[in-house]
């Protein structure tokens, strides 16, 4: 009868015919008469460890957006059929993008710093930011950061279908780090960066010495970059003026046939010293598009150029239409 020693013997020349590294051969001690000698396991080895990301970018976490429920909610998508709301955000993004990269008509501080706000709740301002942020996604020359920097009532992550985790503020606050709290997208050039936690204090963080640091060097990291902030409404929190000093290029979306003209006005006067304010008319009626709507029943109209005295930078006419009634 075969001695367990050499079954064993026999299993680890099976293991090693069948391409398993068993490792050297066991160097049996002597045992005690009638005891029984137990194979010795074979080692087989475990996959490498992953190399140790050194950039920022590279450890943060990825995210996969479903980019058909997007689509069916009216969002722009990668690889989506051309369509009249694509267009519009095209002649929206064109000047914006001129500007960030310094080739407008002049130079603005952090010019790629873009907020998009609204004088009042429910006039598709998130909408605006989502869909813009997806358009410039699709630029061969520039990737871009979507910012959650509504800090009250956050909604970024709830339209794209994403669980709430850390973001902005708890950067600011020092309880995590830029590489922490990104996220990346399975859209190629789409980095998101939440709100984070609420606090109550909110304000008071996005005017700190932090938040200025902190913007600097977002603005100057990649210099193919251009990030938008989704902020809250003009008239409805400080936040958003606070943010505003920082930004190069803000965008006011006004829901067309609701926002009063006087509410427009107070929410530019807001913010008279940033360099270059744009307003975008959203669901805007256009009967001159022989019904050629974006399958809402809304068409596409014009908005206004505000700047400085000097004409710097260049003014965003052309507006989207298709938004939906969202903060």
């Known amino acids: 009868m075969t001695s367990l020693i050499e079954q064993a013997a026999q299993r680890l020349e099976q293991l090693k015919q069948a391409g398993v590294d068993v490792g050297p051969a066991p160097v049996a001690a002597p045992a005690p008469a009638m005891a029984p000698v137990a194979a010795a396991p074979a080692v087989v080895p475990l996959p490498s460890a992953p190399a140790v990301a050194r950039s920022g970018e590279a450890q943060s976490k990825r995210v996969e957006l479903d980019l058909e429920a997007l689509a069916a909610q009216g969002f722009l998508t990668p690889n989506a059929p051309r369509t009249v709301m694509a267009d519009q955000y095209r002649n929206i993004k064109r000047p914006l993008i001129r500007n960030a990269m310094a080739r407008g008509a002049g130079s603005l501080k952090h010019a790629n710093l873009i907020m998009v706000t609204s004088a009042l709740p429910g006039e598709g301002k998130s909408f605006t930011s989502l869909n813009l942020a997806m358009s410039i996604a699709a630029e061969f020359d520039n990737t ?49 960066l939440p709100s984070g936690r609420p606090h109550a204090r909110a304000t008071e ?37 606070v943010l505003a000093t920082h930004m190069g290029q803000i965008v006011i979306v006004v829901q067309a046939e609701r926002t009063p003209q006087s509410a427009v006005q107070q929410a530019v006067s807001a913010i008279e010293s940033c360099p270059l304010k744009m307003v975008l008319l959203n669901q805007a009626s256009n009967k001159r598009s022989s ?23 260049d003014a965003a006419h052309p507006a989207a239409g298709a938004g939906r009634d969202r903060a």
């Open 144 to 192: 871009v950061m979507l910012v959650d920097a509504d800090v009250a009532r956050p909604s970024m992550l709830r339209m794209l279908g994403l669980p709430p985790g850390p973001g902005l503020l708890d950067v600011l606050e020092k309880e995590a780090d830029m590489a922490g709290v990104l996220l990346k997208t399975n859209v190629d050039k789409l980095t998101l």
């Open 291 to 313: 019904g050629y709507g974006y399958g809402y029943g809304y068409g596409y109209g014009y908005g206004y150029g505000y700047g400085q005295a000097d004409g710097q930078g």
């Open 205 to 241: 963080l996005l005017a700190s010495d932090a938040m200025s640091a902190l913007l600097d060097d977002m603005a100057q990291r990649y210099p193919d970059r251009i990030i938008i902030f989704d902020s809250p409404p003009l008239l409805l929190t400080t936040e958003s003026r």
